[in-house]
C-alpha cells in the first residue's frame, strides 16, 4: 500500500490480496487462483489481462480503467463493496471467451469500447453505461439486470442473444442486425428514443414505454403480463403464445404484416391504446378458445382464423375478415363485424359440414350484414346447402351489397343463419363465337347436356365499359345431345364490341360464358367451308388474323374428329372420306375469338 504507482510491463500474477496503489499493467496479466482479489486504487490494462480464477471485489476508491483486452475465461463474480466503476475506454474490450455458465459483474460498467459475450453468460447487474458496441456471438449472451443506459454512438452486435430484465433507458435511437436475437424478460425498456428490431425479439414480460419497431420475427412467451406504454409497430411476424397484453396510457399497436393469437389471450385496456390491422391477424390457438380484446381495433387488413374473438372496444372494419385457417370456423362476438366497405371471404372445399369442408362465421348475438361477400370454390363440393354464418342468439339483419358467387351458387337470408346453395348448372357450353359482315355481328354458340335450361340473355359492352342487356335467346330446356344458337347484333358500336352469355336455368341459377370480343369495323374475310354438304374433300378458307388459330372438327354429341393447331395457311383441304355422314361443327379459335360453321357430310 502508498501512494506511489506501480507499472509492469512484462508478466503480472495475481492470484490473491488487496492493490490499493494505482497500477499499471501494460504487458500480460493473470488473474487466477481460487482466492479473492480485492481493488482498493485504480488498475490500469494497456495490454492483455486474462482473468481465470478468484472472484474480484471493488472496495472503496476501486477503478479499473481498461485500455486493452480483459479477457474472463471461466464464471466468475465481480463484486462491489463500495467501488467501481469498471471503465471500458475506447480502445478497451471486455470478453468473456469461455466458460459455458454465468459470469456476473455486480460493479458498475462504463462502455466505450467493446463489450463481447462470446460463451455462457456476461452477466451485469449494476448501473451500467453504454456509449459504443455491445457484442454477443453465438452461443454468446450477454445479460443486464440492473439499469443500463443505451446512449449516443451505441451499436448491439452479433449473433448470440443480448438479455434486458432491469431497466433500460433507450436514450439514442437502437436497431438490431437480423443475426441477433434480443430478448426483454422483466423490468422497464423506456426513454426518448426508439428501438429497430431487424432479428429476433422475445417479449416474456416487463413494459415498453419506449417506441418499437418490430421488422423481424417476435414471440410473444411466457405468462407474465406484458405492458405496452408506446406506439409499437410490426412489419415482420409476431407470435404471442403467452401472457395478457396490457396497453397502458400512450399505447398503440399497428401490425403491417403477420400477428398470430397462438393460444386464447387477454389484450387488456388500462388507461388508452389502440390497435390497427393493415396485415394479418390471426388466432390460430384452439378452436374453443377465446382471445378477448378490450382495447379499440381499426381493421384495414385481413382477419382469420380459428375459436373466438370476443372485441369489447369499438371495432372499425374496412378491410377482410375471413373464418378458418383453410377452412374453419371463426366466431366474432362482441363488437359489429362488417361496414360498408368491409368484406366477408368464404372457402368452400367439400361436403364435409363447416370447419372441415367450408368456413362458416359464427356470433352468439344479432349481426347487421354489409359490405362484400367473396365465395370461392376451392375442392370438389357436391350439390346442396352451405351455411357460412350462423347466430346462436338474436336475428341477422340486412343484406351483403355485392355478392361474388362461384358459378352455379345462390344465398339465402334467413333470421338466424346464412346460406349458400350449389345447384346443378343448367348446361355445357361447347363454344361460342362471332362473325362480322355487312355491318352486323352475328353470334353462335354450341351446348350439350342441357337441363331445365331457362334462356340465353346477350350482354354487350364496349371497350372499359360494363356489359348490359342486349337480348334474349330461349333455350331447349332440356337435351342429351348437341344444340346451337345464334344471335344477331344488328347495331354493333363501333370499333371492339365485347360479349358474353348469362346462361339461366329455370331455378334462377346462371353461370357467365367467356367473353369474346370482336370488331365491327374490320371486315375481315369469312370463315367458310365449300362445298357444302360435302362428300369428299372440303376447302377451308380462314380470315388472315386467324392465322395460328386452333381447327376443332366435332360431331353433334361433341365427340372430337379432328384437330389442327397452329393454321399457317388461309386456304386448305380435307379429306372427310374417312368421316361418317352426319352433321359436324367446325370450331375456329385464335385467343378470345372464336368462329363456328356447320358441316353436313353426305
Known amino acids: 500500500a502508498g501512494a506511489s504507482s506501480f507499472t509492469v510491463a512484462g508478466t503480472f500474477n495475481w492470484t490473491g490480496g488487496t492493490i490499493n496503489n494505482p497500477f499499471f499493467s501494460n504487458g500480460t496479466g493473470n488473474i487466477s487462483g481460487g482466492s479473492t482479489k480485492l481493488l482498493g486504487g485504480t488498475m490500469t490494462n494497456n495490454g492483455t489481462v486474462t482473468w481465470s480464477g478468484g472472484s474480484i471485489q471493488f472496495n472503496s476508491g476501486g477503478v479499473f480503467e481498461n485500455n486493452g483486452l480483459f479477457d474472463n475465461t471461466v464464471d466468475l463474480l465481480m463484486s462491489v463493496a463500495s467501488g467501481g466503476p469498471f471503465h471500458n475506454a475506447a480502445s478497451g474490450t471486455f470478453r468473456k471467451s469461455a466458460g459455458a455458465a454465468t459470469t456476473t459483474v455486480n460493479v458498475n460498467i462504463t462502455n466505450d469500447g467493446v463489450i463481447e459475450a462470446l460463451s455462457g453468460t456476461l452477466l451485469s447487474a449494476g448501473t451500467s453505461t453504454n456509449n459504443k458496441e455491445i457484442n454477443a456471438n453465438s452461443p454468446g449472451v450477454f445479460s443486464s439486470t440492473g439499469t443500463l443506459s443505451l446512449n449516443s454512438g451505441t451499436l448491439l452486435t452479433g449473433t448470440g442473444t443480448i438479455s434486458f430484465g432491469g431497466t433500460e433507458n433507450i436514450n439514442t435511437p437502437v436497431s438490431t442486425p437480423n443475426t441477433l436475437t434480443l430478448n426483454k424478460i422483466t423490468g422497464a425498456m423506456q426513454g426518448p428514443s426508439g428501438f429497430t428490431l431487424n432479428g429476433t425479439f422475445n417479449w416474456s414480460g416487463g413494459t415498453i414505454s419506449s417506441s418499437v419497431i418490430n421488422n423481424g420475427t417476435a414471440t410473444f412467451i411466457s405468462g407474465s403480463t406484458k405492458t405496452l406504454a408506446n406506439s409499437f409497430t410490426n412489419n415482420g411476424g409476431i407470435t404471442w403464445s403467452a401472457g395478457s397484453l396490457q396497453f397502458n396510457a400512450g399505447s398503440s399497436f399497428s401490425n403491417a404484416q403477420t400477428f398470430d393469437c397462438a393460444f386464447d389471450g387477454l389484450i387488456a385496456n388500462s388507461s388508452g391504446g389502440a390497435i390497427s390491422n393493415s396485415g394479418t391477424f390471426k388466432k390460430s390457438g384452439t378452436s374453443s378458445g377465446t382471445t378477448m380484446v378490450n382495447t379499440n381495433f381499426n381493421n384495414s387488413g385481413l382477419m382469420q382464423g380459428i375459436g373466438t374473438f370476443q372485441f369489447n372496444g369499438s371495432f372499425t372494419n374496412t378491410g377482410t375478415i375471413a373464418p378458418g385457417l383453410s377452412p374453419g370456423i371463426l366466431a366474432f362476438n362482441g363488437a359489429q363485424p362488417f361496414s360498408s366497405n368491409s368484406s366477408l371471404d368464404i372457402e368452400l372445399f367439400d361436403g364435409s359440414g363447416p370447419g372441415t369442408g367450408n368456413d362458416q362465421l359464427q356470433r352468439n348475438g344479432s349481426i347487421t350484414l354489409a359490405g362484400t361477400l367473396n365465395a370461392v370454390e376451392t375442392g370438389s363440393v357436391p350439390l346442396g346447402g352451405y351455411t357460412i354464418l350462423s347466430l346462436s342468439s338474436g336475428t341477422i339483419s340486412g343484406t351483403f351489397a355485392t355478392t361474388n358467387l362461384p358459378s352455379g351458387y345462390s344465398i339465402s337470408y334467413n333470421s338466424t343463419s346464412v346460406v349458400l346453395t350449389k345447384v346443378a348448372l343448367p348446361l355445357t357450353l361447347l363454344s361460342f363465337g362471332a362473325d362480322a359482315s355487312n355491318g352486323e355481328i352475328t353470334l353462335?354458340?354450341?351446348?350439350?347436356?342441357?337441363?331445365?335450361?331457362?334462356?340465353?340473355?346477350?350482354?354487350?359492352a364496349s371497350e372499359g365499359k360494363n356489359f348490359f342487356e342486349l337480348g334474349t335467346v330461349n333455350a331447349a330446356g332440356n337435351s342429351s345431345g348437341n344444340t346451337s344458337y345464334s344471335f344477331i347484333d344488328q347495331?354493333?358500336?363501333?370499333?371492339?364490341?365485347?360479349?358474353?352469355?348469362?346462361?339461366?336455368?329455370?331455378?334462377?341459377?346462371?353461370?357467365?360464358?367467356?367473353?369474346?370480343r370482336i370488331d365491327e369495323a374490320s371486315q375481315f374475310d369469312r370463315f367458310s367451308v365449300y362445298p357444302n354438304p360435302a362428300s369428299g374433300s372440303i376447302t377451308v378458307s380462314v380470315p388472315k388474323n386467324y392465322l395460328g388459330a386452333e381447327l376443332r372438327f366435332l360431331d353433334v354429341l361433341g365427340r372430337e374428329y379432328f384437330r389442327r393447331t397452329g393454321i399457317n395457311q388461309e386456304v386448305f383441304t380435307i379429306d372427310l372420306g374417312k368421316y361418317p355422314a352426319g352433321v359436324y361443327w367446325m370450331i375456329l379459335v385464335k385467343d378470345d375469338q372464336t368462329k363456328i360453321l356447320k358441316l353436313i357430310r353426305n
Open 444 to 460: 353462335n354458340w354450341l351446348t350439350a347436356h342441357e337441363v331445365n335450361t331457362k334462356h340465353f340473355l346477350i350482354e354487350r
Open 491 to 516: 347495331h354493333p358500336l363501333s370499333g371492339n364490341n365485347f360479349y358474353r352469355l348469362k346462361m339461366q336455368d329455370i331455378d334462377g341459377a346462371f353461370r357467365y360464358s367467356s367473353i369474346i
